[in-house]
């Protein structure tokens, strides 16, 4: 484990963006497959891999830049390290981004899925508020802390590690018709 730790420090000096996206897209598919495995309970035989697909497309070319990207903007309206910052930066990250972010994937999951755009509004009326406060419960501490104690390009790293829990509700939410 120590090895493969280090294995990801050196990518992650040398890469930080490409590591950041694979890992986003990754672990969003673990999330989904979790989502499926223990929380639907499909079995294999039923499991969707279709549906992991397009769940890991969503990590890679919408959760890690985009995540990646609000944190550089969110080191460069608030410096320091501080936690008078580090509280500045979760409330700017879950009261401004956060909402917004929710919002996104949630409509461009349903767009995936194939919903019409009223089916995916209706179902952004019925899910998105649930999801929001879900966020509202498990993110502000992991996010105070992760301002606070991890370097910038080690921090969507650790919001992916304790994401693949939060993806797998995610996943459920997004793909529950």
Same mark, same amino acid.
Not at 79 to 98: E, I, P, W, Y
Not at 165 to 172: A, E, I, Q
């Given at each position: 484990?120590?090895?493969?730790?280090?294995?990801?420090?050196?990518? +992650?000096?040398?890469?930080? $963006?490409?590591? &950041?996206?694979?890992?986003?897209?990754?672990?969003?598919? *673990?999330?989904?497959?979790? %989502?499926?495995?223990?929380? !639907?309970?499909?079995?294999?035989?039923?499991?969707?891999?279709?549906?992991?697909?397009?769940?890991? %497309?969503?990590?890679?070319?919408?959760?890690?830049?985009?995540?990646?990207? $609000?944190?550089?903007?969110?080191?460069?309206?608030?410096?320091?390290?501080?936690? %008078?910052?580090?509280?500045?930066? +979760?409330?700017?990250? &879950?009261?401004?981004?956060?909402?917004?972010?929710?919002?996104?994937?949630?409509?461009?999951?349903?767009?995936?899925?194939?919903?019409?755009? !009223? !089916?995916?509004?209706?179902?952004?009326?019925?899910?998105?508020?649930?999801?929001?406060?879900?966020?509202?419960?498990? $993110?502000?501490?992991?996010?105070?802390?992760?301002?606070?104690?991890?370097?910038?390009?080690?921090?969507?790293?650790? *919001?992916?590690?304790?994401? *693949?829990? $939060?993806?797998?509700?995610?996943?459920?939410?997004?793909?529950?018709?």
């Amino acid at each position: 484990m120590a090895g493969l730790w280090r294995s990801y420090q050196v990518l +992650m000096t040398k890469y930080p $963006w490409t590591v &950041q996206i694979v890992t986003a897209g990754s672990l969003v598919g *673990v999330g989904d497959v979790i %989502s499926q495995q223990l929380i !639907e309970r499909r079995g294999l035989a039923n499991h969707s891999v279709r549906r992991t697909a397009k769940m890991m %497309s969503i990590g890679f070319f919408f959760v890690g830049p985009v995540i990646g990207s $609000w944190y550089k903007v969110l080191d460069r309206l608030v410096v320091g390290g501080t936690k %008078s910052a580090a509280m500045k930066k +979760m409330l700017l990250d &879950q009261l401004g981004f956060a909402p917004c972010f929710l919002g996104a994937f949630l409509c461009l999951s349903g767009a995936l899925n194939g919903l019409t755009v !009223e !089916e995916n509004v209706n179902k952004l009326k019925r899910d998105y508020t649930d999801a929001l406060i879900s966020n509202y419960y498990l $993110w502000p501490p992991v996010q105070i802390a992760n301002f606070y104690f991890i370097p910038l390009h080690h921090r969507l790293a650790v *919001v992916q590690v304790v994401a *693949v829990g $939060w993806n797998s509700y995610l996943t459920w939410k997004a793909n529950k018709m």
